[in-house]
C-alpha cells in the first residue's frame, strides 16, 4: 500500500494523532507508547527509524535524536479499528530515558511497586552530551537533504579526500594551539575537532552510538 493510502485509511483523533505501541522485535517486550501524525508515520515509513509527534513540545521527533537510542523499524502493523499502530523495533540501547530497557519498568505488586534491575545506560551521560547528538542529526541530515549554503553539504559533495583533509587540518591546529592563546582558542579548536569528527562519521555511515558503546565497553 501507498504511504498516501496508509495516511488516509488511519483514523486519526481530533488532534491529528493516533496511539503506538512500540514492541522489541526480537524479545516481544513492550517498550513505550507513544504517538504519531501523518508526518510522523511519513517519515518512519521512508526512513525506517520510529519517529513520533511530542505532545508537549508540539513537534515530531525522532527516537533516539538525543540519546542516540534509535529505533529501527522491523515491521508496522494497525489495529483493527484502525486507530492505533505497532511498531516492531530493534531498539538501540533502552527506550526509556530513565534509563531502562522498557518504559514500562516499574511493576505493580500486592505489597508495593517493584522496579527492574534492567537499567541500560545513564541518563546523565547520554544527556549530557545532547548537544552531540543533535548536531550529529543535523549533519545527518544535511547527508540525505543537501543545502546549496550549508558548508556541511558542501563537505559532503566534495567527497571522503576532503572531508579527511579537513579533519586532520582541524586536528593539527588544535595540537599546535600554544596555552599563551588562552582557554578560549583551546575550545574554539577543539569544537572544531569534534564537529568535523561527527561529518567524518557520517559520511561513513557510523552512528555516534556505536562510539558511545565502543567507550562503554571500554570503561566496563
Not at 7 to 16: A, D, P, Q, T
Not at 150 to 172: A, D, Q, V
Not at 211 to 219: S, W
Amino acid at each position: 500500500m501507498a504511504i498516501i493510502g496508509i495516511l488516509n485509511k488511519m483514523k486519526w483523533n481530533e488532534k491529528g494523532l493516533v496511539e503506538t505501541i512500540v514492541q522489541d522485535s526480537k524479545t516481544k517486550d513492550i517498550l513505550m507508547l507513544a504517538y504519531s501524525n501523518k508526518e510522523s508515520l511519513e517519515k518512519t515509513l521512508k526512513t525506517g527509524i520510529a519517529w513520533y509527534y511530542s505532545r508537549s513540545r508540539k513537534k515530531i521527533w525522532m527516537k533516539g535524536e538525543e540519546s542516540g537510542n534509535i529505533q529501527k523499524i522491523k515491521d508496522l502493523f494497525i489495529d483493527c479499528n484502525e486507530d492505533t499502530l505497532l511498531f516492531l523495533v530493534n531498539q538501540n540501547n533502552g527506550s526509556c530515558h530513565k534509563g531502562y530497557k522498557s518504559c514500562f519498568f516499574r511493576k505493580i505488586e500486592v505489597d508495593g511497586i517493584k522496579l527492574s534491575n534492567e537499567k541500560v545506560f545513564d541518563p546523565k551521560e547520554i544527556y549530557g552530551v545532547q548537544i552531540i547528538n543533535e548536531l550529529f542529526q543535523v549533519i545527518k541530515d544535511r547527508k540525505r537533504n543537501p543545502k546549496e549554503e550549508s558548508y556541511t553539504s558542501k563537505l559532503f559533495s566534495k567527497g571522503k579526500e576532503k572531508i579527511s583533509e579537513k579533519f586532520l587540518e582541524e586536528c593539527n591546529e588544535l595540537v599546535n594551539t600554544k596555552k599563551t592563546e588562552g582557554k578560549d582558542s583551546f575550545v574554539w579548536e577543539s569544537a572544531d575537532v569534534l564537529y568535523h569528527l561527527l561529518v567524518f562519521l557520517v559520511y561513513n555511515n557510523v552512528e555516534l552510538s556505536d562510539v558511545f558503546n565502543e567507550l562503554r565497553g571500554r570503561r566496563k
